[in-house]
C-alpha cells in the first residue's frame, strides 16, 4: 500500500495492491481501479486538494467539531473533536 500526490495535476493516487487493475469506475472527482474479480486495487482521487477538503468538511460537521481550519496546501487542524 502507498500513495502518491501531484500538485501538478491535483490528483492524488492510492495504491492498494501491486497488481495491475482491469477496470476502473468514476463516481464524482473519485475512480475507484478494480481487478477482473472486483478488489479494488487502487484510488484515483481527482482535485484532490478541492475533494479531500469536501470530505472533511462532511466528517467533520457529523463529529460536531468545535473548530477546523484548512491551509491553502489542503492540511486540516481539528480542535475539540
Known amino acids: 500500500m502507498g500513495y502518491e500526490y501531484s500538485p501538478e495535476t491535483d490528483i492524488l493516487l492510492i495504491r492498494l495492491s ?3 487493475a482491469d477496470f476502473g469506475e468514476q463516481k464524482e472527482n473519485i475512480i475507484t481501479h478494480y481487478n477482473k ?10 482535485d484532490a486538494s478541492k475533494t479531500a477538503v469536501k ?8 463529529k460536531k467539531a468545535i473548530s477546523y481550519t484548512v491551509t491553502r496546501a489542503g492540511s486540516v487542524s481539528f480542535i475539540g473533536l
Request: charged share 35%.
Open 18 to 20: 501491486k497488481w495491475k
Open 37 to 46: 474479480h472486483g478488489k479494488p486495487l487502487e484510488i484515483e482521487i481527482l
Open 55 to 62: 470530505r472533511v468538511e462532511t466528517i467533520v460537521q457529523s
